[in-house]
């Protein structure tokens, strides 16, 4: 009983340890940064139409592994890859801009 009580102290002790984290705003993208996927080569296919051909253009310029097509108010995951270019795009389906992630 005196060992399960010692170990409720040390718990109870332990438990004001904890650090807690500024939330200063959004925590910057891992792995090389806002251009890892090499997204600013992809600018000059903004105002263009969304076509699988200008896809295909975009991984060639880009060197991504992935394309993420973005409608306006379209909800997406917030996980982050570094080899996935977003092509965010306008009412009209056409590139609005790029990203990475």
Do not use: F, H
Request: proline share 5%; aromatic share 2%.
């Amino acid at each position: 009983m005196m060992a399960r009580a010692a170990w409720g102290a040390i718990l109870l002790a332990t438990a004001g340890c904890t650090t807690a984290v500024a939330d200063d705003g959004p925590v910057p993208p891992p792995m090389g940064g806002e251009n890892s996927c090499g997204a600013a080569a992809a600018n000059g296919l903004v105002g263009q139409a969304a076509t699988a051909e200008l896809g295909a253009e975009a991984l060639r310029l880009t060197g991504a592994r992935a394309i993420r097509w973005i409608q306006p108010g379209q909800a997406v995951t917030m996980d982050y890859r570094a080899d996935r270019l977003n092509i965010k795009l306008d009412g009209q389906n056409r590139v609005e801009g790029t990203t990475c992630g």
